[in-house]
T-cell receptor, first 112, second 115 residues
Framework: AQSVSQHNHHVILSEAASLELGCNYS??????LFWYVQYPGQHLQLLLK??????LVKGIKGFEAEFIKSKFSFNLRKPSVQWSDTAEYFC??????????FGTGTRLKVLA | GAVVSQHPSWVICKSGTSVKIECRSL??????MFWYRQFPKQSLMLMAT?????????EQGVEKDKFLINHASLTLSTLTVTSAHPEDSSFYIC???????????FGPGTRLLVL
């Protein structure tokens, strides 16, 4: 069965630190990849997505992600986090059915 | 663009009653709408997929008679939790996609508390 793993469940960083959140999926075919963010009390918002082309994808708010097909990974990065980045981050994968499989989420806390 | 609303944002009901949650795509036509359930500090679990004008497709383990889904128009889907029980208390989130788009846009969620 297809699955999505986010190995970091909780991450605590100080402001200005660099961020990398891992996302790995298990599916051998063509996939579409997404990162969503859920700020406290708010709905999921799309950060970025990858369908094809350049494997380095830039999203909103300074986030980027790199698709490494050989590693089945789509890690999220930000060079310098801010307190306002405190949120929960979800990786999602779809594989031709429009349905998403979500990872378990990573709670990021940024200390001011 | 791509705004999805849900109503109500929260609801408290007595055990045994039914609760209807609406999901609307405000500025696009939603070919497909999805209903998720999110438990505290957990990820989103897909409950069902609904296409306008056809029956919903439920994920394994989701009771279709318990969670009735109607997708009567390209901008509205409803989830009715029938004969709600305390274990149905949860955060229900809908999402929508339009046309050939892969991207889903999410509503703000509805928190249901069954007493």
């Amino acid at each position: 069965a297809q699955s999505v793993s986010q190995h970091n469940h909780h991450v605590i960083l100080s402001e200005a630190a660099s961020l990398e959140l891992g996302c790995n999926y298990s599916y051998g075919g063509t996939v579409n990849l997404f990162w969503y963010v859920q700020y406290p009390g708010q709905h999921l918002q799309l950060l970025l997505k990858y369908f094809s082309g350049d494997p380095l994808v830039k999203g909103i708010k300074g986030f980027e992600a790199e698709f490494i097909k050989s590693k089945f990974s789509f890690n999220l990065r930000k060079p310098s986090v801010q307190w306002s980045d405190t949120a929960e981050y979800f990786c999602a994968v779809s594989a031709g059915t429009y349905k998403y499989i979500f990872g378990t989420g990573t709670r990021l806390k940024v200390l001011a | 663009g791509a705004v999805v609303s849900q109503h109500p944002s929260w609801v408290i009901c007595k055990s045994g009653t039914s609760v209807k949650i609406e999901c609307r795509s405000l500025d696009f036509q939603a070919t497909t709408m999805f209903w998720y359930r999110q438990f505290p500090k957990q990820s989103l679990m897909l409950m069902a997929t609904s296409n306008e004008g056809s029956k919903a497709t439920y994920e394994q383990g989701v009771e279709k008679d318990k969670f009735l889904i109607n997708h009567a128009s390209l901008t509205l889907s409803t989830l009715t939790v029938t004969s709600a029980h305390p274990e149905d208390s949860s955060f229900y989130i809908c999402s929508a996609r339009g046309g050939s788009q892969e991207t889903q846009y999410f509503g703000p969620g509805t928190r249901l508390l069954v007493l």
